[in-house]
């Protein structure tokens, strides 16, 4: 198009800009863990590793990441198992209520997060009549993360066709050889990146889980909303939220590795 | 084909094309499988949809139920007789009516700010940035969606605090209250607005605009009557996102909102401290009833059919 140079340029400088400013709250962030001050006051007027140390003497936090560690491991075992059934049942197959299955799948993520938070607050303690606790957390992060697996892979069967398969039954195979020597191997890199999403979406969520979280069940954004204002434990938050930065690189340069094969990330 | 079709090795069992005729090759358990479509099907679906069903879809149901209950304030016990109770507390309230449009003013100002910034993102990049410079601002775009939401969140707490950064730059801190939170939600929810109207907008060929420029529309033109019709349905989807994930969020305006509350916190005082579920159910259901009537009247105008 007959954009003038002018215009152009002010594109540049507006997306360059913005994007720039998205990642200076991060970056204070990154300052303010060796920042002397307690309170944050900007600019940091020395350097001090006083906070990193007493990070790595807090129990609590420690506890909390092995806590959410957990959780995200078994809520991803969970999505990747029932979201690449749902995708193959539904890439596969065509059946009565397929949309409403489809829709479904993305509901728990497409509602905001109180009402699906309340929703299954409610169904545990309401209904149920069980206590909230570890379990009730990994139940509610499966639900919402079955959708990122789901969408891997749909996309992948999509792509992949049906004839590699068809050639595998063809040549004798049954349906569970065709399944484990000829589908799975095609969607190993789909399942990385729905599982990894999973696992980041378990981990970072904080919303349903306040919601169904029992006592004592304190996860790493728990523990990070818990003790962020406490004044004294403020700074110790700082260096947990900066191994947290630096952690979400880590499937960033996956994803950029396996570029090819990722199909986009949600 | 006749010459390959009749030679010995076909006629053996288990050589055979034909699955119903197979030989010893698959297992009687696989045979029936292959043969049973239906049962296939069944068995891939029973277990994530009991849990999709038994999980999220008997919660939904129940919280309606719930919401036409109510507490006994004295034993505070849920009673389970049906009222209208609690949508009368809900209408007649003052506090919920402005809770309430203080989290529709919100989401609104937030999807309204981030659609203002990503549309001009989002066409820079798919339409002017070199493959190599767009490649490298996806990833720009991406990267920050991987950082916690937490951590996000604190980082502005951070900034806006007072002798914080932007005490600094001259240009004052708004203090936390709901300018903050506006500012907080804009920033974390903006990749997800950018994403969907830059997906749209590398699917307008460039055929397209160069055709209206060659007869002669000035770019004003070009940018009103062809690519921003083009681009309502990223535009919608984007703004869907922006407002319901606002709308869903209490936690920001715990951090940075001061002392003010958006329906979140009432929903999460209820169904804890104050220990009234059936009213905490009834509050849940305005978000869902916003979201259902948007929905609706955005499948009226068609933005959703090419979503």
Same mark, same amino acid.
């Given at each position: 198009?007959?954009?003038?140079?002018?215009?152009?340029? &002010?594109?540049? $400088?507006?997306?360059?800009?913005?994007?720039?400013?998205?990642?200076?709250?991060?970056?204070?962030?990154?300052?303010?863990?060796?920042?002397?001050?307690?309170?944050?006051?900007?600019?940091?007027?020395?350097?001090?590793?006083?906070?990193?140390?007493?990070?790595?003497?807090?129990?609590?936090?420690?506890?909390?990441?092995?806590?959410?560690?957990?959780?995200?491991?078994?809520?991803?075992?969970?999505?990747?198992?029932?979201?690449?059934?749902?995708?193959?049942?539904?890439?596969?197959?065509?059946?009565?209520?397929?949309?409403?299955?489809?829709?479904?799948?993305?509901?728990?993520?497409?509602?905001?997060?109180?009402?699906?938070?309340?929703?299954?607050?409610? $169904?545990?303690?309401?209904?149920?009549?069980?206590?909230?606790?570890?379990?009730?957390?990994? &139940?509610?992060?499966?639900?919402?993360?079955?959708?990122?697996?789901?969408?891997?892979?749909?996309?992948?069967?999509?792509?992949?066709?049906?004839?590699?398969?068809?050639?595998?039954?063809?040549?004798?195979?049954?349906?569970?050889?065709?399944?484990?020597?000829?589908?799975?191997?095609?969607?190993?890199?789909?399942?990385?990146?729905?599982?990894?999403?999973?696992?980041?979406?378990?981990?970072?969520?904080?919303? &349903?889980?306040?919601?169904?979280?029992?006592?004592?069940?304190?996860?790493?954004?728990?523990?990070?909303?818990?003790?962020?204002?406490?004044?004294?434990?403020?700074?110790?938050?700082?260096?947990?939220?900066?191994?947290?930065?630096?952690?979400?690189?880590?499937?960033?340069?996956?994803?950029?590795?396996?570029?090819?094969?990722?199909?986009?990330?949600? | 084909?006749?010459?390959?079709?009749?030679?010995?090795?076909?006629?053996?069992?288990?050589?055979?094309?034909?699955?119903?005729?197979?030989?010893?090759?698959?297992?009687?358990?696989?045979?029936?499988?292959?043969?049973?479509?239906?049962?296939?099907?069944?068995?891939?679906?029973?277990?994530?949809?009991?849990?999709?069903?038994?999980?999220?879809? !008997?919660?939904?149901?129940?919280?309606?139920?719930?919401?036409?209950? *109510?507490?006994?304030?004295?034993?505070?016990?849920?009673?389970?007789? /049906?009222?209208?109770?609690?949508?009368?507390?809900?209408?007649?309230?003052?506090?919920?009516?402005?809770?309430?449009?203080? +989290?529709?003013?919100?989401?609104?100002?937030?999807?309204?700010?981030?659609?203002?910034?990503?549309?001009?993102?989002?066409?820079?990049?798919?339409?002017?940035?070199?493959?190599?410079?767009?490649?490298?601002?996806?990833?720009?775009?991406? +990267?920050?969606?991987?950082?916690?939401?937490?951590?996000? !969140?604190?980082? /502005?707490?951070?900034?806006?605090?007072?002798?914080?950064?932007?005490? /600094?730059?001259?240009?004052?801190?708004?203090?936390?209250?709901?300018?903050?939170?506006?500012?907080?939600?804009?920033?974390? /929810?903006?990749?997800?607005?950018?994403?969907?109207?830059?997906? *749209?907008?590398?699917?307008?060929?460039?055929?397209?605009?160069?055709?209206?420029?060659?007869?002669?529309?000035? *770019?004003?033109?070009?940018?009103? *009557?062809?690519?921003?019709?083009?681009?309502?349905?990223?535009?919608?989807?984007?703004?869907?996102?922006?407002?319901?994930?606002?709308?869903?969020?209490?936690?920001? !305006?715990?951090? !940075?909102?001061?002392?003010?509350?958006?329906?979140?916190?009432?929903?999460?005082?209820?169904?804890?401290?104050?220990?009234?579920?059936?009213?905490?159910?009834?509050?849940?259901?305005?978000?869902?009833?916003?979201?259902?009537?948007?929905?609706?009247?955005?499948?009226? +105008?068609?933005?959703?059919?090419?979503?």
């Amino acid at each position: 198009m007959t954009l003038s140079p002018l215009s152009r340029r &002010v594109l540049a $400088g507006l997306t360059f800009g913005v994007l720039a400013l998205i990642y200076v709250p991060l970056l204070v962030v990154v300052a303010n863990s060796v920042n002397p001050s307690q309170s944050m006051t900007w600019p940091p007027d020395g350097v001090t590793l006083e906070w990193w140390r007493r990070a790595a003497d807090s129990a609590g936090a420690r506890e909390a990441l092995v806590t959410s560690l957990q959780v995200a491991a078994v809520a991803t075992a969970l999505s990747l198992v029932l979201g690449t059934l749902l995708a193959l049942a539904l890439q596969r197959y065509s059946f009565f209520g397929k949309n409403a299955v489809n829709l479904l799948v993305i509901l728990p993520i497409a509602l905001p997060g109180v009402v699906t938070g309340i929703a299954l607050n409610n $169904g545990f303690k309401g209904i149920l009549g069980v206590d909230l606790a570890l379990w009730t957390i990994v &139940v509610a992060h499966a639900t919402f993360c079955i959708v990122t697996v789901f969408n891997n892979v749909q996309a992948r069967l999509r792509r992949m066709g049906t004839s590699l398969e068809e050639a595998s039954a063809d040549l004798g195979a049954g349906v569970l050889t065709t399944f484990r020597l000829v589908t799975l191997p095609q969607l190993r890199s789909a399942l990385l990146a729905g599982g990894m999403l999973a696992f980041a979406l378990s981990f970072d969520e904080i919303i &349903v889980t306040t919601f169904t979280a029992g006592q004592g069940a304190t996860t790493l954004p728990i523990w990070i909303l818990n003790n962020m204002f406490r004044p004294n434990q403020a700074p110790v938050v700082n260096v947990v939220a900066v191994v947290l930065i630096i952690f979400s690189i880590i499937p960033v340069w996956l994803a950029q590795r396996l570029s090819s094969d990722v199909e986009g990330v949600r | 084909m006749s010459a390959t079709s009749s030679s010995p090795s076909d006629i053996r069992p288990g050589r055979t094309t034909d699955p119903a005729l197979r030989g010893p090759v698959a297992r009687p358990g696989s045979r029936l499988l292959h043969r049973m479509v239906w049962l296939r099907l069944s068995l891939l679906l029973s277990a994530p949809l009991a849990w999709m069903l038994l999980v999220y879809v !008997v919660a939904l149901a129940a919280l309606l139920i719930t919401s036409l209950w *109510s507490v006994d304030s004295l034993t505070s016990e849920i009673d389970r007789t /049906w009222t209208f109770d609690n949508f009368r507390t809900l209408l007649d309230n003052e506090v919920y009516r402005t809770v309430t449009f203080r +989290t529709l003013g919100v989401a609104l100002a937030v999807t309204v700010i981030d659609v203002a910034i990503a549309l001009p993102i989002a066409f820079y990049m798919a339409k002017i940035a070199s493959p190599r410079v767009r490649r490298m601002l996806v990833v720009a775009v991406l +990267t920050p969606l991987w950082a916690s939401y937490l951590v996000k !969140v604190f980082s /502005w707490r951070v900034v806006l605090s007072e002798g914080g950064l932007a005490d /600094w730059t001259g240009l004052g801190s708004p203090g936390y209250g709901l300018t903050a939170v506006i500012i907080t939600q804009a920033y974390i /929810w903006l990749p997800y607005v950018i994403l969907p109207i830059f997906a *749209s907008l590398e699917r307008v060929p460039d055929s397209l605009l160069e055709a209206a420029g060659d007869l002669g529309a000035p *770019s004003g033109m070009v940018m009103r *009557s062809i690519v921003f019709p083009l681009l309502v349905p990223g535009i919608v989807a984007g703004a869907i996102f922006s407002f319901s994930l606002t709308m869903g969020d209490y936690i920001t !305006v715990n951090i !940075v909102g001061g002392a003010n509350q958006m329906l979140g916190n009432l929903v999460y005082i209820n169904a804890g401290a104050a220990n009234n579920l059936p009213l905490a159910a009834a509050i849940a259901m305005i978000p869902i009833v916003v979201m259902l009537v948007l929905l609706t009247a955005i499948r009226r +105008t068609g933005a959703l059919d090419n979503l």
